[in-house]
């Protein structure tokens, strides 16, 4: 790679289409605990972590009453939110289980903690958590080796804060 990005550089947010906007707000709001930070009239929302103005757009435009993808097609495979230890990522996955939202999977990958859901939509989302930097695993050259080995989920919800 000749002229690679700014290390400072990161995803900002995600814009969803989504089919039912209240539908939407119910899961990402209701469920994950994102907070409505503004309307965008009967059409769309803006949701976030601590107030930020948006890290989720969701919006009817052009999908209102749309049905989901069908499966082999390209499109969004999932989008990621971070967790900044074990115990608040443990405390967002109680909350989907406890909304009777199944989990599409689990994996330890050496670099992070994740688990895999759908939303109302059928969008994919991932719930993780890194693990500190020096903890990553590499090879004898140094090179980053990530797994995708079970992770013990019963064992990470035993860490949620009471």
């Known amino acids: ?41 009967g059409s769309a929302a803006f949701l976030s972590a601590g107030g930020y103005h948006h890290h989720i757009g969701l919006n009817t435009w052009e999908s209102l009453g749309g049905t989901q993808p ?9 989008t990621a939110f971070l967790y900044p230890d074990r115990a608040e990522l443990a405390d967002a996955i109680a909350r989907v289980l406890d909304a009777g939202i199944p989990l599409d999977g689990a994996a330890d990958h050496g670099v992070s903690e994740a688990v895999y859901l759908r939303d109302p939509d059928g969008n994919g989302v991932e719930l993780y958590r890194d693990r500190p930097e020096n903890e990553w695993p590499r090879d004898e050259s140094g090179q980053l080796v990530m797994n995708n080995t079970p992770l013990d989920v019963p064992a990470l919800l035993a860490e949620r804060k009471k």
Not at 27 to 39: C, I, M
Not at 70 to 78: E, V
């Open 70 to 78: 069908p499966a082999g097609h390209t499109g969004l495979y999932h």
């Open 1 to 41: 790679m000749t002229n690679p990005v700014h290390p400072a550089a990161r995803i900002g947010h995600v814009h969803l289409k989504v089919s039912d906007l209240d539908r939407a707000i119910a899961f990402y709001a209701g469920v994950l605990g994102f907070e409505v930070q503004q309307y965008y009239g």
